[in-house]
C-alpha cells in the first residue's frame, strides 16, 4: 500500500524517527536496526530496543563508512532472534539479498526497511563538514524533489555513489521514497497492507514524480559510471591488473569491508600460504626477485573470482584502501561485464539462484568441445 | 629466449576418470605427444579451485588446461557443468583484467579418447608457441 507519513515544520528527520517509533511501538517489531548517532557525533548501525533511543537513530546521514548488511547477518542467521526493522540504503538491500543467497543472513522475522539514497560522503569528509558547520540536511532533502543532488562546497560524494545508477528503494518491506517527493509536506512510502493498518495509515499517493526523477537520475549516474568504467578498462588493458594494483600493500581491508566476502576461513587468512622459507628462494631464483608479501595479483584476482558476480557496487573497499586504489572501479567494471555473461544482476531477487551454484545442461555447449 | 628454443610449459589439472584415464591410454598406446605438459590429477573437474588456475598463470605457467568428461558423462553427475561455469567466469574476469585468457583451456576428454588428449596437447603446444612466453614469467612484482 502507498501512504505519506506527516512532515511537520520541514524536519524530514523527525518524521522518519517518528515513523520507526510507531514501527517499535505498533509494528510487530522488538527492535530497529538504523544508522545511529554516538555521543561522540559519529553515525554507526545499532540495534535500538527502546523506542526512547531512537531519537538518535539518523538513516538520513549522508555518510557510508560500512555497509551495514555485514552486521545484519549476525542478527537474522538464526534461531532465536528478534523480530527486527532494518533500515538500509540501496546498496545495503542488494548486499544483504546476496548474504540471503550466501546463507550468511535471513529474511525470516525482518522487516527490510530502505530509503532512497542522497548520495554519502566518506567518513573522513563528513566529519570534516561536521567539524567545519555542519552539513547541509535541508539542501538535500529539498534536492531530492528535483534529484539535482550536489555535494557541499570543498567536498565530493564518495566515487561509489557518483556512479550509482541504482540509488532508490526497491524490493524491500518498506520503502521511503524520497526521490521527486516535496518533502516538506510528506514522505511517500510504500509498505505491506498489514503494518499500514497497524500503524493506523490509510491510502495516500505522493506527487507522482519519483519515476521521472529517478530516471533523470540514474541516467545521469549512468553517464557517469561509464566514463569512469571505461577510464578504468582503458588502465587494465594498458598496465593489466598488476599495474593497477601495483601500489597494494596487502592490509586485505577491501576484503575485510567487503559485505559480500564473508569466508570466516578465507584462503589468504589460512596456512596455505604458510611457504616453507626455502619455497621463495625458489621462487626468487626462478625469476630474479620476488615480490614479498607474495601472491599480490593472487590475492585481487581471487577475490574477484570468488565475489565479482554479486558485488553490488557499494565501494566501501576503496574507502577502506590506504593506498587510495581504485578497487571499487575495477570490481565494478569487471564485474559489470561478467555478470552479464551470466545475464546475473546482484542483489535483485532473492529468489534467484547465485550463477556458480546452478547451471543447465543446454549451456555453453560448444565449451569443451573444441576439436 | 629465441622462438624457436621457446618451449612451453603446460599445466593440465585433468579429472580422474576422464581425461586423465584417457591421457594414461594415450601412453599405454604409445601415442605420441609433446612433453610440454605437466599433469597433476584431481577427482573431478568439479574440484579445480579457479584459484590453482591463477596461482599457475601468475607464477608463469604458459597455460592450463583443465580436462574433464563430456556433459552428462560426470562421475558425480555434475562436476563438469559446474566446472564449465566456474571457467566461463574465470576466463571473462581474466579478459576484463587485461589477462591472456586464451591461455586457459578447458577439454572434455573421456577415458577412451587417447587421440584426443594427445592432440588437444599438440594443438595447445603449437597455440602456446605462436603466443610465446607467458609474460608473467618474468614479472616479479605480481
Given amino acids: 500500500m502507498k501512504t505519506v507519513i506527516p512532515v511537520e515544520g520541514n524536519d524530514v528527520l523527525a518524521a522518519v524517527r517518528g515513523f520507526l517509533k510507531q514501527l517499535l511501538e505498533r509494528g510487530g517489531v522488538e527492535a530497529v536496526l538504523a544508522p545511529m548517532v554516538t555521543p561522540a557525533g559519529a553515525v554507526t548501525p545499532a540495534l535500538v530496543s527502546d ?89 538535500l532533502m529539498a534536492a531530492m524533489a528535483t534529484g539535482d543532488l550536489v555535494p557541499q562546497d570543498g567536498f565530493t560524494f564518495r566515487d561509489a555513489c557518483e556512479m550509482c545508477e541504482k540509488p532508490h528503494a526497491v524490493g524491500a518491506d518498506v520503502m521511503l521514497e524520497l526521490f521527486g517527493a516535496d518533502l516538506s509536506a510528506g514522505i511517500p512510502v510504500t509498505l505491506p497492507d498489514e503494518m499500514a493498518q497497524a ?24 553517464k557517469v559510471r561509464d566514463a569512469r568504467f571505461a577510464e578504468i578498462r582503458q588502465q587494465m588493458d594498458a598496465e593489466g591488473i598488476e599495474g593497477v594494483f601495483a601500489s597494494c600493500v596487502r592490509c586485505h581491508n577491501c576484503m575485510t569491508t567487503c559485505p559480500i566476502c564473508y569466508c570466516k576461513t578465507c584462503l589468504f587468512k589460512s596456512p596455505i600460504f604458510d611457504h616453507e622459507p626455502i619455497q621463495f628462494m625458489n621462487w626468487a631464483r626462478r625469476k630474479g626477485a620476488y615480490r614479498l608479501p607474495a601472491d599480490t595479483m593472487l590475492f585481487h584476482l581471487t577475490r574477484l573470482n570468488h565475489m565479482v558476480l554479486s558485488c553490488i557496487g557499494c565501494g566501501v573497499c576503496s574507502d577502506a584502501c590506504p593506498a587510495d586504489l581504485p578497487v571499487a572501479r575495477v570490481f565494478r567494471a569487471v564485474g559489470q561485464q561478467t555478470q552479464a555473461v551470466f545475464e546475473y544482476e546482484p542483489g535483485r531477487d532473492v529468489t534467484e539462484p547465485l550463477p556458480l551454484i546452478t547451471f543447465t545442461e543446454n549451456e555453453w555447449t560448444s565449451v569443451g568441445e573444441e576439436r | 629466449m629465441t622462438d624457436e628454443q621457446f618451449e612451453p610449459k603446460i599445466v593440465a589439472f585433468l579429472c580422474n576418470w576422464c581425461t586423465y584415464t584417457g591421457a594414461d591410454l594415450a601412453g599405454t598406446s604409445r601415442i605420441q605427444y609433446p612433453p610440454n605438459v605437466r599433469i597433476i590429477r584431481l577427482m573431478c573437474s568439479g574440484s579445480v579451485d579457479p584459484t590453482y588456475v591463477l596461482k599457475a598463470l601468475l607464477d608463469g605457467a604458459d597455460g592450463v588446461l583443465i580436462g574433464g568428461c563430456h556433459p552428462g558423462d560426470c562421475h558425480y553427475q555434475s562436476g563438469n557443468y559446474k566446472a564449465r561455469r566456474r571457467i566461463v567466469a574465470l576466463k571473462e574476469i581474466l579478459k576484463q583484467a587485461g589477462l591472456d585468457e586464451e591461455r586457459v583451456w578447458l577439454r572434455w576428454i573421456s577415458a577412451s579418447e587417447g587421440q584426443r588428449f594427445a592432440d588437444t596437447v599438440t594443438q595447445m603446444t603449437e597455440a602456446l608457441k605462436a603466443k610465446g612466453p607467458n609474460p608473467m614469467r618474468q614479472e616479479w612484482a605480481v
Fill in chain 1, 51 to 139: 523506542a526512547a533511543a531512537l531519537d538518535a537513530v539518523d538513516p538520513l546521514a549522508p555518510v557510508m563508512g560500512l555497509n551495514a548488511a555485514r552486521v545484519v547477518g549476525p542478527v537474522s542467521i538464526r534461531e532465536p532472534r528478534g523480530r527486527i526493522a532494518v533500515v538500509l540504503r540501496p546498496c545495503e538491500m542488494r548486499a544483504l539479498v546476496e548474504l540471503v543467497k550466501l546463507q550468511q543472513a535471513s529474511l525470516n522475522d525482518l522487516v527490510t526497511v530502505v530509503i532512497d539514497c542522497t548520495g554519502t560522503y566518506s567518513v573522513p569528509d563528513y566529519d570534516a563538514l561536521r567539524a567545519n558547520g555542519g552539513v547541509d540536511r535541508a539542501a
Fill in chain 1, 199 to 222: 500503524l493506523g495509515l490509510s491510502a495516500a499517493e505522493g506527487s507522482g514524480t519519483r519515476v521521472q526523477v529517478v530516471d533523470k537520475v540514474v541516467a545521469a549516474r549512468t
